[in-house]
């Protein structure tokens, strides 16, 4: 088990501060979120991406190369999320470390679950809100890309017309 030094200084956090501190971090990350996806989105949509839009095959190389971006941007998004709690448990002494604090914010945030013997029980409550807002929040990315790939899909085809079925292959 993890538990924390008997000598480490935590933060002393009553429930209704526990909720308030993981409602401001919800508010905070969600429009970190829609920001990020707002500027993603502007970016694909600008009249030089909407060009390269219609240029581009789905199993392509350049299409391959084009989806690792879009989930790179994704990644970073929710890594600017995960940093965030994880500073904050570093700055109340909820975890031991920094790295400590890193490991249970990508944990909690992805949802893989995690003891939550490891952070301090003052701060639990936070760590299990951080959960629920990775659910949400990689729902809605995962919503953005589906559209993303939808669009390159739409777009690769309608460059050649669809077959009738009575045609011969």
């Known amino acids: 088990m993890n538990e924390l030094p008997s000598d480490q200084q935590v933060i002393d956090a009553t429930f209704n501060l526990q909720l308030a501190v993981g409602a401001g971090m919800i508010a905070l990350c969600v429009v970190i979120h829609g920001l990020g996806l707002f500027t993603l989105q502007r970016v694909m949509r600008s009249e030089a991406a909407e060009e390269r839009f219609r240029h581009l095959e789905p199993l392509s190389f350049r299409g391959a190369f084009f989806t690792l971006l879009v989930v790179f941007a994704l990644i970073f998004i929710h890594f600017v999320e995960i940093w965030l709690f994880a500073f904050l448990y570093d700055f ?78």
Do not use: K
């Open 92 to 169: 109340v002494g909820a975890q031991w470390s920094f790295q400590n604090a890193l490991y249970f914010s990508t944990i909690s945030y992805a949802t893989i679950g995690y003891n939550d013997a490891s952070i301090a029980h003052e701060w639990r409550m936070v760590g299990a809100l951080e959960g629920v807002l990775g659910v949400i929040l990689l729902g809605w990315s995962t919503a953005f890309f589906v559209r993303v790939l939808g669009r390159i899909e739409d777009t690769g085809h309608a460059r050649s017309p669809p077959r009738s079925l009575d045609e011969e292959p």
